[in-house]
Each structure stands twice: as C-alpha cells, then as structure tokens.
C-alpha cells in the first residue's frame, strides 16, 4: 500500500515563504513524477509544479520565479519552497505522484492535502 504524508503548510504573511514537503511511502518500484497541485476555494484543482524522474521540471507560469520543486530520491521525498508568497497563492496543496508499486500498475497516488493560507 502507498501512503503520501505531506507537511509545511500554514499561514504566512504576503512576502513570505512556506516549504511543503511530501514522503511516499509503501511497495515502491518506481517513481515517475512527482507533483504539488492546489485548489483554492470555488476553483479547479491545478498543477502548479512537476519533477521527472530525471529531474526535469515544469511550473504553472504564475509561479514561476517564485517556487522551486525539488525531490530527494533516496528519501522518496519531493519538496516545494514557496517565496515571495501572494494572496493568489491561498489554497490547499496536495502532493501527487505517478508511480509503480511492486505487483501493480503504474498509477496515481494522492497525499491528503495541506492549507497554506497568505494573508496580512
């Protein structure tokens, strides 16, 4: 069984900076990519960031400049530093990962999500 735990959320004033962070856990094969979607209230879940396997990544051009995506390998680990936060930016943040656990196939896998809230 696959188990994502995300952590690093909360509130922070507009400027600032916040550094989610989430473990996959369980019968890993292999991972593929790794993800942190957002849905603010009254909106669609979006990507806002992707790492491949080989590093390579993609940003939702709102944040681009501004949040770096990066992953720990070894630790099954994929980490998002969020700086010069804006009010926009208010959403939950849930971590996703497309992998293949050991006797399946390839799927998606979904942390629980974690609020991060911008405001003065």
């Known amino acids: 069984q696959v188990q994502l735990v995300e952590s690093g959320g909360g509130l922070v004033h507009p400027g600032g900076s916040l550094r989610l962070s989430c473990t996959v856990s369980?019968?890993?094969?292999?991972?593929?990519?790794m993800d942190w979607y957002r849905q603010a209230p009254g909106k669609q879940r979006e990507l806002v960031a992707r790492?491949?396997?080989?590093?390579?990544?993609n940003y939702l051009d709102s944040v681009k400049g501004r949040f770096t995506i990066s992953r720990d390998n070894a630790k099954n680990t994929v980490f998002l530093q969020m700086n010069s936060l804006e009010p926009e930016d208010t959403a939950v943040y849930y971590c996703d990962t497309f992998l293949q656990a050991w006797d399946h196939s390839p799927a998606n896998y979904w942390g629980q999500g974690t609020q991060v809230t911008v405001s003065a």
């Open positions: 369980g019968s890993i094969r292999e991972i593929y990519s």
């Open positions: 790492i491949f396997s080989d590093s390579k990544t």
